[in-house]
Antibody, heavy 120, light 108 residues
């Protein structure tokens, strides 16, 4: 069974940093592109970042470019998101999602999310 | 950036009725890169449709997708009680992904 489990969400002050993790199981992580997608409380979905299976290709949404860094450790079956210079508008539930590149870059499995709250 | 606009914002229907949800793109989208998701309260989104019209594994055939260019549609032929949720369209292009703002399908 495919499982994605996020962790690391917390309450952090504006300007602070946080590192999110996503533990993958039930599939071979090193053959899949992975993404982070966030959802603000009561609002819609916003894509955050993409990393290819080999980490060769990385994309970011303009809203996080220069502040967030996506990475992965295939040997540890894990995906990460380092978030620096956090702002109030970064407050959201952060999901890791597996991407099916051969099916139009769709997200076929999602974790349950981890909540990041940026507030003083 | 391609903006996806979904309509209506809220759709009130009864079980057994047909639901038609719209997703309009600000510029042409390759159908191959258009998907639909369902999200229920407290849950992560679930992939329903990819490639504009292909059902994801395990998705009932009452769900269907259609469209091309800038206009896409998700149709639920006969609503079941478990179909009342929020639906999002999503596209990929030019190294980025965007989502529509969602359509809430509620019980009338």
């Amino acid at each position: 069974e495919v499982q994605l489990v996020e962790s690391g969400g917390d309450l952090v002050q504006p300007g602070g940093s946080l590192r999110l993790s996503c533990a993958a199981s039930g599939f071979t992580l090193n053959t899949y592109t992975m993404n982070w997608v966030r959802q603000t409380p009561g609002k819609g979905l916003e894509w955050v970042s993409h990393i290819s299976s080999s980490s060769r290709t990385i994309y970011y949404a303009d809203s996080v470019k220069g502040r967030f860094t996506i990475s992965r450790d295939n040997a540890k079956n894990s995906l990460y998101l380092q978030m620096n210079s956090l702002r109030a508008e970064d407050t959201a539930v952060y999901y890791c999602a597996r991407a099916r590149i051969l099916d139009g870059h769709t997200f076929d499995y999602w974790g349950q999310g981890t909540l990041v709250t940026v507030s003083s | 950036e391609i903006v996806l606009t979904q309509s209506p914002g809220t759709l009130s229907l009864s079980p057994g009725e047909r639901a038609t949800l719209s997703c309009r793109a600000s510029q042409s989208v390759d159908s191959y890169y258009l998907a639909w998701y369902q999200q229920k309260p407290g849950q992560a989104p679930r992939l329903l449709i990819y490639g504009a019209s292909s059902r994801a594994p395990g998705i009932p055939d009452r769900f269907s997708g259609s469209g091309s260019g800038t206009d896409f549609t998700l149709t639920i032929s006969r609503l079941e009680p478990e179909d009342f949720a929020v639906y999002y369209c999503q596209q990929y292009g030019r190294s980025m992904y965007t989502f529509g703002q969602g359509t809430k399908l509620e019980i009338k």
